[in-house]
């Protein structure tokens, strides 16, 4: 068990919908990860947050959206779904800062499988 | 951006024996390489890593490897389990970036008992 907890483990939803994935890190960890796992593209990074601001954005679409809340828990909105958004979502996080030197571990959460019929 | 590729896709081993996967990254100014497990239905485990400073990493029966010249790195496990069985994923990522992690696609390990 990494620590880091995400709700819900399953979600299946229909095309045009939207959806929040959630998300705690583990105590004390102040950066939260969101990455998308499919069959064509990998593990892909999407967004990070640090203690509630943005730090950097990968390849997420202007369909998604993400924050992250005072008490460090972060949601990822996915709106307007297609079938191709149905994916493995993980949430992962780490104790230190983003760009102040140090790289430090991330840990992963166990995923929100979401299905788009 | 950064590109990791990952080989063997595939690898399939007696138990006992030893297994080696590896990586190649395009970005030299990458200085962070973990590797992780993953089982079905679970999330990535982080089993080990290794930063640019360093050459080479052990923690029991797990090293990994890293040429900084050459932009590769690889996973080494000796006497193999069953319980190795997963699929394992290298990353790549540097500090300017906001230590987002670029993975490769994975290579599925079967440890044959």
């Known amino acids: 068990d990494s620590g880091v907890t995400q709700t819900p483990k399953h979600l299946i939803t229909a095309t045009g919908q939207r959806v929040t994935l959630r998300c705690s890190p583990r105590s004390g960890d102040l950066s939260v990860y969101w990455y998308q796992q499919s069959l064509d593209q990998g593990l892909q990074f999407l967004i990070q947050y640090y203690n509630g601001e943005e730090r950097a954005k990968g390849n997420i679409l202007e369909r998604f959206s993400a924050q992250q809340f005072p008490d460090l828990h972060s949601e990822l909105n996915l709106s307007s779904l297609e079938l191709g958004d149905s994916a493995l979502y993980f949430c992962?996080?780490?104790?230190?800062?983003?760009?102040?030197?140090?790289?430090?571990?991330?840990?992963f959460g166990p995923g929100t499988r979401l299905t788009v019929l | 951006g950064e590109n990791v590729e990952q080989h063997p896709s595939t690898l399939s081993v007696q138990e006992g024996d030893s297994a080696v996967i590896k990586c190649t990254y395009s970005d030299s100014a990458s200085n962070y390489f973990p590797w992780y497990k993953q089982e079905l239905g679970k999330g990535p485990q982080l089993i080990i890593d290794?930063?640019?400073?360093?050459g080479e990493k052990k923690d029991q029966r797990i090293a990994v490897t890293l040429n900084k010249t050459a932009k590769h790195f690889s996973l080494h496990i000796t006497e193999t389990q069953p319980e190795d069985s997963a699929v394992y994923f290298c990353a790549a990522s540097k500090e300017t970036s906001g230590s987002r992690l670029t993975f490769g696609e994975g290579t599925q390990l079967t440890v044959n008992p």
């Open positions: 992962a996080s780490s104790v230190a800062p983003a760009g102040r030197g140090l790289n430090n571990e991330q840990f």
């Open positions: 290794i930063r640019s400073n360093v």
